[in-house]
């Protein structure tokens, strides 16, 4: 019987053994095409697929209540990945460290393949979840949930139709859902998670893809949409300055906090160093969700590598690195942008290289704590007027529903380089919480956070990171004002706004000549603001009771963008004065009023290259007249200045000896102005 049981068993080694050779042959092979011939834009294949996009999606009623679009950089339960992986083993170790990874797998067979990868890799088991079900792909990004709080203390997940045809990826978000036992919501407007971030106070931003991705929404009715299903108050849409393919929006920028923005730099002589430092200066000139100006950090991405391709979870910050020279300054910037965070770096799986378009972040999702303990609170920032205290507000929300302890919500603070000191908060009404910070003397520094604890076990700060990085203001030097500028915000809501300007007057009120020593804008060139008079070049006196008139004018060949927004300057030696400017080309009137009986010229194509056909319509036989007018407001081109009769024309209009930019066709029948944008780009 003994030969006979060492038969059995060599033969139960030898099926044991095809059985692991099978299984890790099916392991290489799902590693070595982990997205099953899809990439990360949609294929040939796809393409001829398109109108299965948002097929059969069906969208619910919003969220109930106060809805808030939880950021990436708030409290996370942990991390969605995908199996077959886009991300290395040690990256995930280091993950499930602190936090929760969450697997997707294909089926059962996949999940006790990962088990064994897993253990065999040091991850901690302990901090690892599964959920079966089918993907396309490994960018969880691009399709995974996007969480939001709503109601009384609940946490959601609002789904869109995925802006590709992958129906098993497409249905992640809902099986998520149902998964954690949490409601699901659907939003109809095609999204993709690489091209979107939110600040969790309201103000979202995504590239003109969300635009030429929903043709059947106008702009208005997108952003309402936003508002209703994730509470953004403000949706910043901006141009893609890569000229890439994908259009996403982490393939250069990342919000960090409500007012800090990450945008990646490249030197002088790459294509792109125009739009992108463009893009910088927008978000350099707007407002974030603190009543200031973003403060915008930089990396350095010469050789295009994806630095801004990063994931933020809690209190660790991975990067994509290239193994290159360029890495340890990424990652300073980080250090640099984020202080208190842990910095971490990591390549790629040789089989899932990080490109510029397809890193870290596109393979990775947060998953928001859906216990929370949320802190939401307007900071006191820059320069703030002396007072006999300043008084600290802020909602404290406990989303686990067990309460906050009543002596754990603080206020810490410190005076200059002075030690920290402690300030009880006190809960006046519901989860309303409140304390003083004494009065100091003028031109001290003011630096603070809070901090709070609940039944749950959760602490948390604002800001997130608490010390490290606090909020910090100053009290105001008070001195009385030489000059005033007013008024404080200039809106520019038509065309005619635009060439002709805006005033702001500039008074010296007090009893002695004033110096000024400039006036400008705070973007940089070619942002397209210029000022007159052009013959008043600071420095120069102005008198006791003299003033001056500055007329604001916009140049619309100097950028492509549709939103502008900047800050006019005015300095003396004793002061800066800042006027707000603000421009959105999709707000302008297009027609001025008239009798109707015309309509507005139109362009096609647009963008011109070489020619375009002008078309337009009269009620009336007369003279037409359709000029090109360029940024400054000078006729650049006539294309009619004749009679016509009654009904429709088409006109060829040859734009080749043009610069490159952005022109007004302007057509004038005597009774109605009408202005067309056009674009000419060679």
Same mark, same amino acid.
């Given at each position: ?44 294949? !796809? ?17 109930? $209540?106060?809805?808030?679009?939880? /950021?990436?950089? $708030?409290? %996370? !339960? ?15 170790? !280091? ?45 969880? #990004? ?40 949490? /409601? ?79 945008? #990646? ?39 295009? !590598? ?38 971490? $770096? ?82 006046? %009404? ?11 003397? /003028? ?53 005619? @706004? ?29 942002? $397209?603001?210029?000022? @007159? ?40 030696? %004793? ?90 066709? #302007? ?16």
């Amino acid at each position: 019987m003994a030969p006979i049981s060492t038969a059995i068993t060599m033969r139960i080694r030898f099926y044991a053994a095809i059985c692991i050779l099978l299984s890790a042959i099916s392991v290489m092979a799902q590693q070595a095409d982990p997205n099953h011939g899809l990439k990360h834009w949609m294929t040939p294949e !796809e393409a001829s697929h398109r109108d299965l996009i948002g097929r059969g999606f069906v969208e619910t009623d919003p969220p109930a $209540g106060i809805v808030r679009n939880v /950021e990436e950089f $708030g409290p %996370a !339960e942990g991390v969605l990945v995908r199996y077959p992986f886009g991300i290395p083993i040690n990256l995930i170790k !280091e993950m499930a460290e602190d936090d929760t990874v969450t697997t997707i797998v294909g089926n059962a067979s996949n999940q006790a393949s990962v088990t064994s990868q897993y253990q065999s890799n040091g991850v901690n088991l302990a901090h690892c979840k599964f959920l079966i079900a089918p993907t396309d792909t490994y960018w969880t #990004r691009d399709y995974g949930p996007w969480y939001v709080t709503y109601g009384d203390k609940q946490v959601g997940i609002v789904d869109f139709p995925y802006n590709r045809p992958r129906p098993n990826d497409d249905d992640i978000p809902k099986k998520l859902a149902t998964s954690l036992g949490i /409601e699901w919501f659907g939003m109809n407007v095609i999204q993709t998670g690489g091209n979107y971030m939110t600040d969790g106070m309201g103000q979202s931003a995504s590239t003109t893809l969300v635009w030429e991705e929903n043709p059947g929404q106008s702009h208005e009715q997108i952003a309402q949409k936003m508002h209703d299903y994730l509470g953004i108050e403000n949706y910043m849409v901006v141009p893609d300055p890569n000229g890439t393919y994908i259009d996403h929006i982490d393939c250069w920028g990342k919000f960090l906090a409500p007012d800090k923005i990450l945008i #990646r730099k490249v030197p002088p002589t790459h294509p792109q160093y125009t739009l992108i430092e463009n893009t910088a200066a927008f978000f350099a000139s707007s407002i974030s969700s603190y009543g200031t100006p973003y403060r915008v950090f930089r990396v350095n991405t010469p050789n295009d !590598e994806p630095y801004t391709n990063s994931f933020i979870l809690n209190k660790k910050v991975f990067v994509p690195i290239m193994g290159n020279s360029n890495d340890n300054a990424a990652l300073l910037a980080y250090q640099t942008a984020m202080p208190g965070y842990e910095i971490l $770096g990591y390549l790629a799986n040789p089989s899932a290289p990080w490109e510029s378009t397809d890193a870290l972040h596109c393979r990775t999702h947060e998953m928001a704590d859906r216990g929370m303990l949320y802190i939401k609170h307007m900071p006191l920032l820059g320069q703030v007027t002396a007072q006999a205290d300043f008084e600290i507000n802020a909602d404290i929300v406990p989303f686990s529903k067990q309460p906050v302890y009543s002596d754990s919500a603080w206020v810490i603070y410190k005076v200059n380089s002075g030690a920290w000191d402690t300030l009880s908060m006190v809960n006046s %009404a519901g989860d309303h919480w409140t304390a003083s910070i004494p009065g100091q003397m /003028e031109g001290d520094t003011v630096s603070y956070f809070i901090t709070a604890a609940d039944a749950s076990g959760r602490r948390q700060n604002h800001p997130f990171i608490g010390a490290p990085d606090p909020h910090v203001f100053i009290i105001q030097v008070f001195s009385p004002p030489d000059v005033t500028v007013a008024p404080d915000t200039l809106q520019f809501e038509t065309w005619e @706004d635009m060439y002709h300007g805006k005033k702001a007057l500039v008074r010296n009120y007090s009893s002695q000549p004033v110096t000024i020593n400039r006036i400008n804008t705070q973007g940089t060139d070619p942002f $397209g603001w210029y000022i @007159d008079p052009w013959n008043i070049e600071p420095p120069f006196i102005l008198n006791s009771g003299d003033s001056l008139i500055l007329n604001v004018k916009i140049d619309l060949q100097a950028g492509k963008t549709d939103i502008r927004c900047d800050t006019l300057q005015v300095s003396t030696d %004793a002061s800066v004065h800042n006027v707000f400017l603000c421009l959105d080309l999709d707000l302008l009137t297009g027609i001025n009023p008239g009798d109707g009986t015309s309509s507005e010229p139109e362009v096609f194509p647009n963008p011109v290259q070489t020619t375009a056909t002008v078309g337009f319509s009269i009620e009336k036989a007369g003279r037409v007249k359709i000029d090109v007018i360029s940024g400054t407001g000078q006729v650049a081109a006539t294309i009619a200045d004749n009679n016509f009769s009654k009904g429709k024309h088409s006109l060829t209009w040859n734009a080749q000896k043009l610069p490159s930019g952005i022109y007004l066709v #302007r057509f004038d029948d005597g009774h109605t102005v009408g202005y067309t944008k056009v674009l000419v780009n060679r």
